[in-house]
């Protein structure tokens, strides 16, 4: 089924004293989708997975792995490196997959087929500490694919690589999203996200800014500042808009993305054909692409 839920996160909320690390979070994974979040550094995407992992406990909120709360059995459908699993330096890669293996009782069948589809086949005798950084990486990626899981879970997984690891790891990832796994990873790099994601949320300071489609995220449409005398009606109407999408909303000032060949007499025209009414519309010359990266910026 294409519209599958995989996970589904409803009002997330975990403050650390007075910091919100994660804001009434709202979000939907779908099977297949390779789902980007991206953020700033801080904005909460550790920390959202960290929670959806059952490995913190939110404040408030819900989610939902599969459709159903999460359970032991659940969390053997995902592999995940949130933290990169401790690898001994004197063992090779099939020693420390074995011992990987038995920590998650799954057998040692699949271990080879696990080294060859993340390039590591020919180096599979040889110790750990001789590995590159990517190869390190590339060893935790097939850790985590041990006993198949259905969904994949990745935190900045190219962080610290050269260009060519970095190629590498985008090149695997692509490749196992063509077996049909689902695929959640967190980046600061819009690139990475535009690269190897299929769907984003934009998070900053633990809320969510955008979630859709990254094409639409990063076509030449329009973006736009509204206000609306009914501002729930707006936001009705916008959810049954295929061209339209509310990218942000502070107080009741909305930023709504446009798809490339939109205008903004467009957008009013649809908007009064709904019972609308708008009291402000600027055209803010901007793509939710440089949205992001002016977001960035400020936190640079
Ligand atoms: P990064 O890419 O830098 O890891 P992130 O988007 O993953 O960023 P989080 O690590 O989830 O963000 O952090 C969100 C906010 O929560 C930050 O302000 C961070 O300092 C704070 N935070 C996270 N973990 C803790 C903790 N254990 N104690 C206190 N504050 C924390």
């Given at each position: 089924m294409v519209d599958e839920s995989i996970l589904s996160i409803q009002g997330l909320s975990k403050n650390y004293g007075s910091i919100k690390?994660?804001?009434a979070l709202d979000l939907e994974i779908k099977k297949g989708q390779v789902f980007g979040l991206l953020?700033?550094?801080?904005?909460?995407k550790t920390t959202t997975l960290s929670i959806v992992l059952g490995l913190i406990k939110p404040q408030n909120g819900h989610f939902k792995w599969f459709g159903k709360p999460v359970t032991a059995a659940t969390l053997r459908r995902i592999g995940s490196i949130l933290e990169s699993p401790i690898f001994?330096?004197?063992?090779?890669a099939t020693d420390n997959l074995k011992i990987i293996a038995d920590i998650k009782r799954v057998?040692?069948?699949s271990i080879d087929e696990k080294l060859a589809m993340t390039g590591l086949l020919e180096r599979?005798?040889?110790?750990?500490?001789?590995?590159?950084l990517g190869m390190k990486q590339r060893l935790a990626i097939a850790a985590a694919l041990l006993g198949n899981p259905e969904v994949l879970i990745l935190d900045e997984?190219?962080?610290?690589?050269d260009p060519q690891g970095i190629a590498e790891i985008r090149g695997l990832i692509i490749d196992i999203a063509k077996e049909g796994k689902t695929i959640i990873i967190a980046s600061h790099l819009l690139d990475e996200v535009q690269k190897v994601c299929s769907d984003v949320a934009v998070l900053q300071n633990g809320k969510c800014l955008y979630s859709g489609k990254v094409d639409f995220m990063t076509g030449d449409g329009l973006l736009l500042e509204v206000m609306a005398d009914k501002p729930e009606l707006l936001i009705a109407a916008l959810e049954n808009c295929q061209w339209a999408t509310i990218s942000s909303r502070e107080k009741d000032h909305f930023l709504v993305q446009l798809q490339k060949d939109n205008s903004a007499s467009d957008l009013n025209r649809y908007l009064i054909d709904q019972q609308v009414v708008l009291n402000h519309l600027t055209t803010k010359h901007k793509t939710l692409e440089s949205h992001f990266l002016a977001l960035l910026k400020n936190k640079a």
């Open positions: 690390a994660v804001d953020g700033p550094n801080g904005s909460g001994y330096p004197y063992l090779s057998s040692y069948d599979k005798n040889h110790h750990f500490k001789t590995y590159s997984p190219t962080n610290g690589l």
